[in-house]
């Protein structure tokens, strides 16, 4: 009994001692761990605390350089305003006394002057140039407005199916079939009908004759015959003159001839290149001007063969509407050779405002030894009729309307082309004056665009005939 009793006395202190040091070793680790803990976070204050020493530190060191550079400026300043207050003033030189003091408005004007004299005198050379030149550039005009009236036709081919190169062709030989036919028909009719007016011009010379007598200028007829006398004079002069030296006649009708085939020859070929090669001549041309300027002048261009283009249709309108009425007022008054008459007025109302008076006094003439002074004065108030309604009625709507040329630039454009070329320099002037005024107002209207020179602007293709009118009227 008492040894039973001493064993479980002597394992209890065993076991509470195992207990204690478990708690012990416990007790030692977590103040191990709290000691490393507060290690750890001692350390991380001191490197907090180094870290905001160094930003405090470079804080300092900025404001302080900031200061120092805004301080150096200052300082700068100071100095550079204490050296010009210390400058001496400038001292000028007098002035010379011989040299004239020229006002602003003078100089300026004279600047202006020989500016101006300069544009005289290329102007004056050009003209020269031109007119020394007039045997190829008439026909190169006349087959460019050819070619404006044409285009559509030939345009209107070649989206047939046709090639443009048959398509110009078959149009240049249609207008000169045209034309000739025209002229043979009109001469033929002066030709039948030439003697009946050779006999009835006779009478009507004597009835003129007696209208000075009896009329209202009661003329003697000592009077009228020293006005005859001097007429048949002038013409015997006349006549005496081109007889005397033949040879030197028939060369100057030969060399008129030779002239007039040299025209017509370069017309045609002109016409069928600019109606079928014309998108590769305008382009050529484009690619002549200046990169920075080759957009503007192919815009120019196309806006230029508009207003041609046109100036040609409404021409064709009005002198066949001249044509037709004086037609029709010639046959109901029976004045002979009505044909020669619509042919003349037709093609002299291609000058505007002077060819239809013109084409319209020859019918009064006619119309004045065929039947007389009665028919003679209702044949001019046809005349006038039909004038007054081209006048008021299509050259407003339709040359108002497409060309925009005032009646007085064109009456001024015919006057100078009149002046400088004649008869040819009257026909072209007004489509010329025209297509400049197009040109001056497109460039005004459209703004520049100056291009860069890394990205210079494309050159176009150029129009299918000396520009087209739009980019969709029948350009290739």
Not at 352 to 380: E, K
Request: glycine share 8%; net charge neutral.
């Amino acid at each position: 009994m008492t040894d039973q009793g001493d064993t479980p006395g002597g394992e209890k202190p065993t076991a509470k001692d195992g207990l204690e040091r478990v708690t012990g070793a416990f007790r030692r680790n977590r103040e191990a761990r709290e000691a490393q803990r507060h290690a750890q976070e001692e350390a991380d204050a001191r490197e907090s605390a180094e870290v905001a020493k160094e930003a405090a530190a470079e804080a300092r060191e900025s404001a302080e350089n900031f200061a120092l550079r805004l301080v150096n400026q200052f300082e700068r300043l100071r100095e550079g305003r204490q050296e010009q207050l210390a400058a001496p003033e400038p001292v000028t030189a007098p002035t010379s006394v011989s040299r004239t003091n020229v006002p602003y408005g003078v100089e300026v004007a004279a600047q202006w002057g020989w500016r101006f004299l300069v544009i005289v005198a290329a102007g004056y050379l050009i003209v020269r140039a031109l007119g020394f030149l007039s045997i190829v550039v008439v026909p190169l005009v006349i087959a460019l407005l050819i070619a404006a009236l044409v285009s559509p036709v030939v345009n209107g081919l070649a989206r047939v199916g046709l090639r443009r190169s048959i398509s110009a062709l078959f149009v240049v030989i249609g207008v000169l079939v045209a034309v000739i036919a025209m002229l043979s028909f009109a001469g033929t009719q002066v030709a039948n009908g030439f003697t009946d007016l050779a006999g009835q011009t006779v009478k009507a010379l004597d009835e003129i004759r007696d209208w000075l007598i009896n009329g209202p200028f009661h003329a003697s007829e000592a009077q009228v015959d020293t006005w005859l006398k001097t007429v048949q004079t002038t013409v015997q002069d006349w006549a005496a003159a081109y007889a005397s030296n033949p040879f030197s006649r028939v060369s100057e009708v030969g060399g008129v001839a030779l002239d007039v085939f040299a025209g017509l020859f370069i017309v045609l070929f002109s016409t069928y290149f600019f109606c079928a090669e014309g998108e590769r001549i305008w382009g050529w041309l484009v690619r002549l001007a200046p990169r920075a300027a080759r957009s503007r002048m192919d815009s120019s261009g196309r806006v230029a063969w508009v207003s041609l283009t046109q100036f040609t249709r409404a021409t064709v309108i009005v002198a066949a509407v001249d044509a037709v009425g004086i037609m029709i007022i010639a046959a109901i008054l029976q004045v002979p050779f009505v044909a020669a008459i619509g042919v003349l007025v037709f093609l002299s109302s291609f000058v505007p405002l002077i060819g239809a008076t013109v084409a319209g006094a020859v019918a009064v003439l006619v119309a004045l030894v065929s039947q007389g002074p009665l028919t003679a004065l209702l044949m001019l108030g046809g005349v006038i009729l039909v004038q007054q309604l081209e006048a008021h009625g299509l050259q407003p709507f339709l040359l108002g309307r497409w060309v925009r040329v005032h009646p007085l630039g064109v009456i001024l454009a015919v006057a100078t082309g009149i002046v400088l070329g004649g008869v040819a320099g009257a026909l072209v002037a007004v489509p010329l004056v025209a297509a400049l005024n197009a040109v001056a107002n497109h460039l005004t209207a459209v703004p520049a665009l100056a291009p860069t020179a890394s990205t210079p602007p494309p050159v176009p293709p150029g129009p299918t005939s000396p520009p087209p009118p739009s980019p969709g009227a029948g350009s290739a």
